[in-house]
Every structure is written in structure tokens, then in C-alpha cells.
């Protein structure tokens, strides 16, 4: 068990709906990130927040937002969802703003229809 | 060309055998080498991590980086059917380097034989 928790587990929707995934770090962590893995694939970096700022952008959509709130608690919110939205997204911790070790959550499976 | 390139395997060995993984980059700028080992369907898990070049062992897991080849390798010693799973690995330029790019590779698929 890493430490960090992700909410829900499996998320079930249609396309052109909105979702919204929770992430709590581990304790005392101050960066989280978020990821996109689709089946077969690697993971995809979408953004980082560092103590409640946003400090990094990967391949993020227009239609996906996130932030980072001030108990440091992230939300990653999926709009106008389409079928290739389907994915593990996965939420990871560290303690530093850059650089070295990520733990992760043990992800939300979102199955778009 | 991607920033990080990573043979995707599969890779099937006997058990006991010593495994060799390895990445390749591009971006000198990195400096944090990691591995992670990610079975099916669950959250990536930290191995190791190594700052520059050098060796770093930890019980069955030695990590290789070479900075001047851009070429990072994982060895698995004693490899166990347990070790099954895809193993990713990760760089990362951290402060100072001037990028806070954390990029993954795409993971290499595992099997060890019992």
C-alpha cells in the first residue's frame, strides 16, 4: 500500500459526460500528478501540482482540467468524455516538487460507453 | 524520436536467471534514473532510483545509468516468478537541471518461467 488513494475505483459513463477522479497524496506530500494509461499503452503524463500550483503540463486535453486543493487533495475533472477517454488514470505522490521517486494509487478505471 | 525508448517485450526467462532491462534517451538533461515494476492493471511501484551515473544495488536489483551512452539498465538477479510484470522506466531532470519533465518509458513485459 502506497499511501495514496484514488476515488472511485471503476467509473462507468456515456460520452459527452463529465467525471470527476480523487486523489489523496500520501501524507506530508506536497506534488501530485496525474496519469493516463490506456490498454497496451504507457503512461501518459497529463499535469503535476506542486503545493497547490500547477508545475508541470504533459498531453493534457482542453477537455480535462485539474486542481490541487489546500489540504492538497487533487481533483482531475473529464469533460464532453469520448469512447478513447477509456483508461486507467492513476494519481502519484512525492514529496518534492521534481526529480526522484513517485508513489502511485492504485487507479481509476474509467470506461467510457 | 521519443524522448525515452524502451524495448516492449515480451521477455521470457527461466526462473533463476539473471534479467537485463534497459531504456534509452535522449534529453541530457536528465538526471533521476527510476525503475518501477507494474503488475496488470495495478499502480506503478517505486524499485529504485539513481541520481547521475553509476551503480546502485538493492538485494536482486542492481541499476545501471551510463550519462555519456544516454543508457539506463535494470538487472534482476535469482529472477523468481513473482518478478513477473511489466517494468517501466522513468527519468527526470528535478531542480536545478532546468526541466521538470518526469518521463516514463513505455515498459518492458516479464515472464519468468517456474
Known amino acids: 500500500d502506497s499511501g495514496v488513494t484514488q476515488t472511485p475505483k471503476h467509473l462507468i459513463t456515456a460520452t459527452g459526460q463529465r467525471v470527476t477522479l480523487r486523489c489523496s497524496p500520501r501524507?506530508?506530500?506536497?506534488?501530485v500528478y496525474w496519469y493516463q494509461q490506456s490498454l497496451d499503452q504507457g503512461l501518459q503524463f497529463l499535469i503535476q501540482?506542486?503545493?497547490?500550483?500547477?508545475?508541470a503540463k504533459g498531453n493534457i486535453l482542453e477537455r480535462f482540467s485539474a486542481q490541487q486543493f489546500p489540504d492538497l487533495h487533487s481533483e482531475l475533472n473529464l469533460s464532453s468524455l469520448e469512447l478513447g477517454d477509456s483508461a486507467l488514470y492513476f494519481c502519484?505522490?512525492?514529496?518534492?516538487?521534481?526529480?526522484?521517486?513517485?508513489?502511485f494509487g492504485p487507479g481509476t478505471r474509467l470506461t467510457v460507453t | 524520436q521519443k524522448e525515452v525508448e524502451q524495448d516492449p517485450g515480451p521477455l521470457s526467462v527461466p526462473e533463476g536467471a539473471i534479467v537485463s532491462l534497459n531504456c534509452t534517451y535522449s534529453?541530457?538533461?536528465?538526471?533521476?534514473f527510476m525503475w518501477y515494476r507494474q503488475y496488470s492493471r495495478k499502480g506503478p511501484e517505486l524499485l529504485m532510483y539513481?541520481?547521475?551515473?553509476g551503480n546502485k544495488e538493492d538485494g536482486r536489483f542492481t541499476a545501471q545509468v551510463d550519462k555519456s551512452s544516454k543508457y539506463i539498465s535494470l538487472f534482476i538477479r535469482d529472477s523468481q516468478p513473482s518478478d513477473s510484470a511489466t517494468y517501466l522506466c522513468?527519468?527526470?531532470?528535478?531542480?536545478?537541471?532546468?526541466?521538470?519533465?518526469?518521463?516514463f518509458g513505455t515498459g518492458t513485459r516479464l515472464k519468468v518461467l517456474a
Open positions: 522513468a527519468m527526470s531532470g528535478g531542480q536545478g537541471s532546468g526541466t521538470y519533465k518526469y518521463i
Open positions: 539513481t541520481y547521475s551515473s
Open positions: 501540482y506542486y503545493n497547490g500550483e500547477e508545475r
Open positions: 534529453n541530457s538533461a536528465f538526471q533521476y
Open positions: 502519484a505522490s512525492s514529496p518534492r516538487g521534481g526529480g526522484r521517486e513517485q508513489y
Open positions: 501524507s506530508g506530500d506536497l506534488s
